[in-house]
């Protein structure tokens, strides 16, 4: 009787506390979370709870890795932040293909984060969520198409959403949609056809149209619209599609420097030495590399 009563117990604390999230490493597991940088090995993922973020300063690279959902209300592919004691600071989330939750993305309490080069698709609410007082946030370069609303803004402001292609959501609802109680997000060069209480900066809605998100002549990503280098050689490019060479050709001051540099700065210091011959200004969501000096950027 004893054995049963402790047995019992044991059981009745386990569901209060519910079960401890386990980190999520290189291959995540259901309702996993990330708390030191992280890289998944590429894959498609079947995570119906989602991953969540619960550090500060953390990079996820899901490293072109698909995380499904199963369309459960209120959660969400990854979550940045959660409550009032619960809010981040300096997370990054890049290349996920995200598709079937409720919610895609979600920066709920997320403060100075980044949201790169994902695709977000088949979301019930929003495919990219920005909530509850989030600000200084970084929406670049992500796709988020087929979803209920693309982009939906309803944070605190000072956030900057550039370079997405919010495609192909329901109408009306909006590719992107800011709440009217946040006027100060700004952005641009984003391509949408229904902006609701959004503008780009100087434009009335997007910049561009859903129908001139299409074409891109060298394959590297960056659709020619965009696209400065629409010739690039098939390897890295930058987020205005130029290679490393063709990059430093514009420069045309720091040599074999340059070429040999992590200018995109997304690799370990120790691989690149030619760092320290060439001033890599750089930064997450809007690096801007010059070629100028001799100071270790890394
Ligand atoms: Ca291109
Ligand atoms: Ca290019």
Redesign the pocket.
């Known amino acids: 009787m004893k054995k049963i009563l402790i047995l019992t117990i044991a059981i009745f604390i386990l569901f209060t506390i519910g079960v401890v999230a386990v980190e999520c490493g290189s291959i995540p597991t259901d309702g996993c979370e990330v708390t030191i940088d992280t890289t998944f090995n590429t894959g498609n993922y079947y995570l119906p709870n989602g991953i969540s973020i619960n550090a500060d300063n953390v990079v996820l690279d899901c490293n072109g890795s698909t995380l499904i959902g199963d369309h459960s209300i209120n959660l969400s592919g990854v979550q940045i932040g959660s409550s009032v004691s619960n809010p981040r600071l300096n997370v990054t989330v890049k290349n996920c293909n995200i598709r079937s939750y409720n919610f895609g993305i979600t920066l709920w309490l997320a403060y100075n984060s980044a949201v790169i080069n994902n695709n977000v698709s088949d979301s019930d609410s929003s495919g990219i969520m920005i909530f509850a007082q989030s600000s200084k946030n970084t929406i670049l370069n992500n796709h988020a198409t087929f979803n209920r609303r693309g982009i939906f803004s309803c944070g605190g402001g000072n956030n900057v959403i550039s370079n997405n292609i919010a495609c192909n959501n329901y109408p009306l609802i909006g590719d992107i949609n800011s709440c009217d109680n946040t006027p100060d997000d700004i952005g641009q060069n984003n391509f949408c056809d229904w902006a609701n209480d959004w503008n780009d900066t100087g434009k009335v809605g997007c910049t561009y149209t859903c129908a001139q998100a299409t074409g891109d002549s ?1 394959l ?1 990503g ?1 659709i020619d619209i965009l ?1 400065k ?2 010739n ?1 050689p098939k390897e890295e ?1 930058d987020q205005d ?2 290679s490393n060479v063709q990059f430093c050709a514009m420069q045309g001051i720091c040599g074999l420097s340059c070429n040999l540099a992590d200018w995109k700065h997304d690799e370990p210091f120790s691989n690149n030495p030619y760092d320290c011959m060439t001033v890599i200004v750089a930064k997450e969501g809007g690096y801007q590399p010059t070629c100028a000096g001799s100071t270790c950027a890394d």
Request: hydrophobic letters at 20%; proline letters at 10%; aromatic letters at 0%.
């Open positions: 060298d590297d960056v696209d280098c629409p690039s490019v599609g130029c």
